[in-house]
């Protein structure tokens, strides 16, 4: 598949722990930021986890799935700052993630950066078809919006689909029906 790296070795490589932050921080922060509802305070956290990531460098393998490893630990350091920040009658809130919504969490936004990754493979008109689909918008819209005929915008989406199937291979169907799931779901909250 194209688009996913797989990271091993030792975070004391510097291209090694550079590639950890370049594919996990925004993710974990959109995850930190579920649990805690609050981005800047989410920044940090993640911030803090790297930076103790990369202090504890020579004491870390990541040969072993690093994506585990960040999101269980993600989780633990945002429940240490609810706990930490207490509201003001002295109790947290009862959503915390479970073992289990933090597997779905990260499978959710491991199939976002698949699906983003190969959208940005694609011709541009094509991608900016795919992307505001994605977001919702119907095809008179998105016809609206770029100027173009709506028989123009079925056209790029077909041809963007297609592409796209051949790009992710089998993980296609998947990728894109958790993303409209997530786009559908947001929409009816």
Not at 84 to 99: C, E, F, I, Q
Not at 132 to 146: N, R, T, W
């Amino acid at each position: 598949m194209t688009g996913h790296k797989h990271i091993s070795g030792n975070p004391s490589d510097d291209a090694v722990f550079t590639d950890i932050v370049r594919i996990y921080n925004e993710p974990l922060t959109a995850f930190v930021n579920h649990i805690v509802k609050d981005l800047g305070a989410a920044e940090d956290i993640v911030q803090d986890l790297l930076l103790g990531l990369w202090m504890s460098r020579n004491k870390v393998d990541l040969n072993m799935p690093v994506r585990n490893y960040l999101y269980i630990t993600a989780r633990n350091h945002a429940v240490s700052y609810l706990r930490k920040h207490r509201r003001v009658d002295n109790t947290l809130p009862a959503a915390l993630p479970t073992d289990e919504q933090t597997v779905l969490f990260m499978i959710e936004e491991e199939s976002r950066r698949l699906l983003h990754t190969a959208i940005m493979e694609l011709p541009s008109r094509t991608a900016q078809v795919i992307r505001l689909s994605l977001e919702g918008l119907p095809q008179g819209e998105i016809a609206a919006v770029m100027g173009v005929s709506l028989a123009n915008v079925k056209a790029l989406k077909s041809i963007g689909i297609k592409k796209l199937r051949e790009i992710l291979g089998p993980m296609s169907v998947l990728l894109v029906m958790i993303s409209f799931i997530h786009v559908y779901g947001e929409c009816g909250k």
